[in-house]
């Protein structure tokens, strides 16, 4: 079996080694100089289905995570954490942390709408999938997320029935 | 580095025809999405400070409303502030 080329992973391995010492330093302007990032790909306007049919996947790239059933995202990883979880969207604020750092989550903690509002698009008759998305926002590998996270996120996403996502990074 | 993991996941679920809102507190990193809301907000707090349970709800609102949008849309609060 041979591995498919990736111009983007030979990239940013060659990035990777002068820059870890600075990530490890939290030196992150310095660090991200020359940071191989993908294109963009032209996306073709989508037209959402009707408000009826909507069928709400929630994705957050807070750190957020079940604290009784699932591991704290790796948060000091100088290169981040590509992995994901999936809780209920029932799941009580109680049991709902985070795991991130490079955000202040001081107001989350108070408050999980301010991030995660669950609640909030319930009352506003929003139709939410039984499950959200959780990754960790400081991914520093990209060929690993592109390649292997974010597959999943939508395999996810499909199981559960969405239609559409909505999306919020910290 | 979170709103660009977040524009890589927004590219690639648009590619799998799940329409997609990102509420986020950035815009450059995510310009070119189809429906995108910036927040008055700093990151960390998107839809606003805690218990502000009115101004959630405004925000909630407003990202709600660009799934019916019909051609890309941007709203950007905190370009909306800035202006003289």
Redesign the interface.
Known sequence: MSLEHNPLRTAWAAWLPGALTQLEAES?KEA?VGFP??D??P?P?????S?GE?RI?L?T??GAYDTQTQAPFVARSAV?DISHRVFPTSLPDERLGFAHG???????L??R???V?RR??A????ILTENVIS?M????D?PS??EAT??Q??LQ??NDG????????? | MCHQTVRLVADAFEQANIPTVVVGTMHAPLKGLPRVLISRYDRGRNFGMPNDTSEHHALVREALSLFDVTEPTLIDHKERAAAP
């Open positions: 992150y991200l990032r993908p963009h790909p996306l306007f989508l037209q959402a289905p408000p909507r996947a994705i790239s807070s981040g490079h955000y202040d989550d001081e107001h989350v108070a408050d709408e301010v991030l509002p909030t698009l009352a506003e008759g929003a990754t926002g400081y991914a520093i990209f997320f592109l974010i597959p996120l939508i996403a499909k969405a239609n559409c996502a909505l999306l919020v990074p910290v």
